[in-house]
């Protein structure tokens, strides 16, 4: 065999060794990936049974990233298994010296300004199941971190569709309860984090007993509003979405409609009602109890209000504004929503 055919032979089998090796690796790395989000998915399964399964108190900071100025909050937490929990809000701002109290699918308020005990809408709408976000999202373990000096399991959540939130969880190795949470919006941005300073997996009875229904609410035997109208539903979503709930609200005494959309994590809202009543929503406060907007920064969630015939409209959603306005389109009068000019949304 001549030198020629011999280095032509030998070009052949280091070629087919590399590719034999970038397909290895390949193959190696794909199967991490699968072995991480196989991972992530199963801390986040443990994560969400985990409050049914220990008590905890610790203090936890809330930082808002969003408007002109971050804004900070310090809260008190305890939590009873399996669905009891109590957070005092201890400020600094408005809210300081306020109380919330949250059993099964009920909840209450204590404001702290007048010291009337109001009901208040679950966190999260109910009907969100984990199934759903796994369904429209990647869930992967990222590393092993600390917060409040537990070991804590990382993991990442982020869409598979463009144009929908993101999320970053620290669970507990432990306990898998969440000690440390980051929401980030559609665009990419971090607009809010939540961490546990200090946390202990114990409570004492006396401490326990406070996690209860207020009497001047459990007792009054508030009922629901009547809408007197049946809310319109838009006919397009984004894709994973789905309708998780509706009710029907008393927003500074008016009765407003409800109707909330998920895929899991991303929350769209719309509220309705007669012109001449309120269909703003609550506080103004977004799906997570963050600032509405800040003067010359994009406000979130996003939201879009509009008028049509005897309706007055408010579609809010931590979705892009393609998406948002999408859905506004696709109801009355819903072409001629526009985000506020602040916004920069015109």
């Not at 209860?212 to 459990?218: D, G």
């Amino acid at each position: 065999m001549t030198k020629a055919a011999l280095m032509q032979c030998w070009s052949k089998v280091v070629g087919a060794s590399v590719l034999a090796a970038l397909a290895a690796a390949g193959g190696n790395a794909a199967a991490g990936r699968a072995g991480t989000q196989a991972a992530g998915a199963q801390l986040l399964r443990r994560s969400a049974a985990a409050d049914t399964l220990c008590d905890y108190r610790g203090t936890k900071r809330v930082a808002f990233r969003g408007g002109e100025q971050p804004r900070e909050m310090t809260l008190r937490v305890i939590h009873v298994r399996p669905d009891r929990t109590r957070t005092e809000f201890l400020g600094p701002g408005r809210m300081q010296g306020g109380l919330r109290i949250e059993i099964g699918k009920e909840a209450w308020r204590l404001d702290p300004r007048t010291g009337e005990w109001r009901r208040s809408a679950p966190r999260g709408p109910a009907a969100v199941s984990l199934d759903r976000l796994l369904a429209n999202y990647i869930a992967t373990e990222e590393r092993t971190d600390s917060v409040a000096g537990r070991r804590c399991h990382v993991v990442t959540i982020k869409p598979k569709r463009a144009g929908n939130p993101s999320r970053r969880v620290w669970i507990d190795a432990e306990t898998n309860v969440p000690l440390k949470t980051q929401f980030y919006g559609a665009d990419g941005n971090l607009i809010s984090e939540a961490t546990f300073v200090d946390i202990q997996f114990a409570v004492p009875k006396e401490v326990s007993a406070s996690v209860r229904a207020p009497k001047e609410v459990a007792e009054s035997g508030q009922q629901q509003p009547t809408l007197g109208f049946d809310p319109i539903k838009p006919a397009y979503l984004p894709p994973g979405y789905e309708l998780v709930a509706s009710t029907a609200l008393s927003v500074r005494g008016r009765a407003s409609g409800h109707l909330q959309y998920s895929d899991g994590l991303g929350t769209i809202s719309l509220f309705e009602g007669r012109r001449g009543s309120s269909s703003e929503e609550p506080d103004h406060k977004g799906s997570r109890g963050e600032p509405r907007h800040g003067r010359g920064q994009r406000q979130f969630p996003l939201a879009l209000r509009w008028e049509h015939d005897d309706m007055r409209f408010t579609l809010i959603g931590d979705i892009s504004p393609v998406e948002l306005r999408k859905i506004a389109a696709s109801l009355p009068g819903g072409q001629n929503a526009r985000l506020p000019a602040r916004d920069g949304g015109g």
